[in-house]
């Protein structure tokens, strides 16, 4: 299926200031990739070319954002940029309260220790890293209740995101409503392959959720990019704006976490949102020991009014026809190519199928962290790893195997160019076409959090 959009887009925007990129020998790329372990996250990144690590805190702000960085109120409680950023997730989101966190994981952990107890379930359309380690610190356990689609890199369906409303259903009638403090949403959903749900989905899952009072809580990470799929392939959402569809799914939902590093273009930032007010004042409390004063959180005057102002850019049609424009540009470009990839196109990067473009090799040779590092070797691109060693290890030991083993190719926002685009498919290209000659990893480290950041690894033989 071709998303070409009908008409070339451009960014809306021209470019004030550059950063110079390095450029690197082979002979540099080798012994760097040594160096870190062919873990790409341990390699320096002045040492990189073009960095498709991830898409969070990597975006480049507007001139009016680093003008709010300049109007920081830097006290420590009760900062004008506090209220201003309040005032605006009300606004653009339509939560009644938000507490700042220093990142996401912040905002997670919080709700986490509030809402979970120990052996309850909480299912959600699909495990993201951070956000399922939170959970079963607090002592519940993750179920997934995504799609099947969403499992299978070739399947098309629009909405990949999408919870499978029968599971959901015969989970509240094995464990029963009062074992499920909430169902964990998320909105383009990034294990997926940045696949979006859509509004009709979301409906039904309230409906079912207000019938049993369960929560629904939303990681509204990527929520604009969500908003311009459902604005693109969702019937009767047409003619309505970004802005508008991103109100419309927060209301399906009763409070959320965000890390405002990917959609909201700030390179540091998140908050928790919520509707309820004994959940907000109980999360109030507890954000002064985890984070800071629940007017800060962790962050600075200038970093909350940087946000407040790119929560809004965020959701401007324009932007995010560019945003996901470019993204499409290349999916289409290694498509072409004959490059294995996630399809549809998903919102925040293009994810390679490792298992298909490296089919000789078997799960526990690590696929995906193979491909990352090899794609590095060839051009200085870093990417990540989203297969086995992300998905880490069951609370008994075992790996977990998923079925999707992804290279993540993550494109910031406002960042790079079309030509950018076209190196990279064409370093791709290049790997491909020696891929019978690539072999496997062993791992030599593993730390027991998050291994994925920290792990180490060397070249079977
Ligand atoms: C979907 C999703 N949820 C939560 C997080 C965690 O946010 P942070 O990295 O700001 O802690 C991320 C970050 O990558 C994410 O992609």
């Not at 990034?190 to 369960?214: C, D, F, V």
Request: charged fraction near 25%; include cysteine.
């Amino acid at each position: 299926m071709k998303q070409q959009m009908k008409w070339s887009w451009a960014e809306p925007y021209k470019i004030k200031m550059v950063e110079l990129l390095k450029m690197t020998t082979p002979g540099q790329r080798k012994k760097a990739m040594q160096e870190a372990g062919f873990n790409t996250f341990l390699l320096k990144s002045e040492d990189v070319y073009i960095d498709l690590l991830t898409d969070s805190g990597t975006s480049a702000m507007s001139d009016r954002q680093w003008a709010g960085m300049m109007m920081g109120d830097e006290a420590y409680a009760g900062s004008r940029n506090f209220y201003h950023l309040e005032q605006v997730v009300r606004d653009v989101y339509g939560y009644k309260y938000m507490i700042p966190t220093h990142q996401g994981r912040g905002a997670e952990n919080i709700l986490s220790k509030i809402l979970i107890k120990k052996g309850d379930i909480i299912p959600g359309n699909m495990y993201f890293t951070t956000t399922r380690l939170h959970q079963e610190l607090a002592g519940g356990r993750f179920e997934d209740i995504i799609i099947d689609e969403a499992h299978d890199p070739e399947n098309e369906f629009p909405f990949k995101g999408n919870v499978n409303i029968e599971k959901l259903t015969k989970l509240i009638a094995k464990h029963g409503a009062e074992k499920i403090p909430y169902i964990s949403i998320a909105t383009s959903v990034n294990m997926a392959g940045g696949q979006p749900i859509s509004m009709q989905n979301l409906k039904e899952l309230r409906k079912l959720t207000t019938k049993h009072g369960i929560r629904i809580i939303h990681d509204m990470t990527r929520v604009a990019e969500n908003a311009f799929f459902i604005q693109q392939r969702e019937k009767g959402y047409d003619k309505k704006s970004v802005a508008e569809i991103v109100k419309e799914i927060c209301s399906c939902t009763d409070g959320a976490t965000m890390s405002a590093k990917k959609d909201a273009l700030v390179n540091i930032g998140g908050f928790l949102a919520i509707n309820d007010w004994d959940v907000f004042e109980e999360a109030r409390n507890m954000v002064v020991v985890y984070e800071g004063l629940h007017t800060y959180g962790g962050l600075a005057g200038r970093d909350m009014e940087a946000m407040a102002i790119g929560i809004g850019e965020s959701v401007d049609d324009n932007h995010i026809k560019a945003r996901i424009g470019q993204v499409i540009y290349l999916g289409e470009k290694m498509i072409d190519f004959g490059i294995p990839i996630v399809k549809p196109i998903g919102g925040h990067g293009i994810f390679v199928d490792a298992k298909k473009f490296l089919p000789h090799l078997s799960q526990d040779a690590f696929p995906a962290q193979t491909l990352a590092a090899e794609v590095y070797l060839d051009s200085g691109i870093r990417t990540m790893e989203r297969g086995v060693v992300s998905a880490g290890r069951k609370a008994n030991g075992e790996n977990y195997y998923p079925k999707l083993e992804l290279v993540r190719f993550t494109i910031p926002r406002r960042v790079y160019t079309q030509a950018h685009m076209d190196v990279i498919a064409e370093s791709t290209l290049r790997v491909f076409e020696r891929r019978n000659k690539i072999k496997g990893l062993e791992m030599v480290y593993e730390p027991k959090y998050l291994r994925f950041f920290q792990a180490r690894f060397k070249k079977l033989q």
